[in-house]
């Protein structure tokens, strides 16, 4: 057990619907990250907050979005959903920001229909 | 963009026999973890390089982080079956032009027959 919780761990919806998945850090972690991972693009990074503020991007869609709230929970929003965006979504935490060991989340699986 | 080349894709070994995978990229890094992941699960870190050369062990695991800080390897002696999985290596670049995000290879799925 990493420490980071993610809910939910399944979710089933349709195309053009929005989703918010949800992700609590360990406990004294600053830095949230969220990656996604797809058959055929693997791990990939969509973006980081730290301590409330967004720190990087990678390539996350216009149609996502994220934040960090006070108590260091961060929500992911999927909007406009797509086939696509089937995937398993993982919520990653850090004590700082940069150089910092990355515990991993158990996911939350999406699957658009 | 950065890219992170991991070989083999896959592994089918007989459970006492040694495994070694690599990674290796055109950039230089400055982190190397070495990740493996169960079906359905998170991502588990197993080892983490922060020095060019450092070479750690954790248990039956031992990974070094190569001198030209452009490659790492992961060793597994003497497998067991719950070592099936899917090994990854991950990366950490430059602060300026990468950030913190991690990069990953492509995984290495291994088999442990009994």
């Known amino acids: 057990d990493s420490g980071v919780t993610q809910t939910p761990k399944h979710l089933i919806t349709a195309t053009g619907q929005r989703v918010t998945l949800r992700c609590s850090p360990r406990s004294g972690d600053l830095s949230v990250y969220w990656y996604q991972q797809s058959l055929d693009q693997g791990l990939q990074f969509l973006i980081q907050?730290?301590?409330?503020?967004?720190?990087a991007k990678g390539n996350i869609l216009e149609r996502f979005s994220a934040q960090q709230f006070p108590d260091l929970h961060s929500e992911l929003n999927l909007s406009s959903l797509e086939l696509g965006d089937s995937a398993l979504y993982f919520c990653?935490?850090?004590?700082?920001?940069?150089?910092?060991?990355?515990?991993f989340g158990p996911g939350t699986r999406l699957l658009v229909l | 963009g950065q890219q992170l080349n991991q070989s083999p894709q896959s592994m089918f070994i007989q459970e006492g026999e040694d495994v070694s995978m690599n990674c290796t990229s055109s950039s230089i890094f400055n982190t190397w973890l070495w990740y493996k992941q169960d079906p359905g699960e998170g991502p588990v870190l197993l080892i983490a390089l922060y020095k060019a050369g450092e070479l750690t062990s954790n248990g039956r695991l031992t990974a070094q982080f190569g001198i030209t800080r452009k490659d790492s390897f992961l060793n597994i002696s003497a497998s067991i079956p719950s070592d099936v999985g899917i090994y990854f290596c991950?990366?950490?670049?430059?602060?300026?032009?990468?950030?913190?995000?991690?990069?990953f290879g492509e995984g290495t799925q291994l088999t442990v027959n009994p």
């Open positions: 991950a990366s950490e670049g430059d602060w300026e032009t990468s950030g913190s995000r991690l990069t």
């Open positions: 907050y730290y301590n409330g503020e967004e720190r």
């Open positions: 990653a935490s850090s004590p700082g920001q940069y150089q910092e060991t990355q515990y």
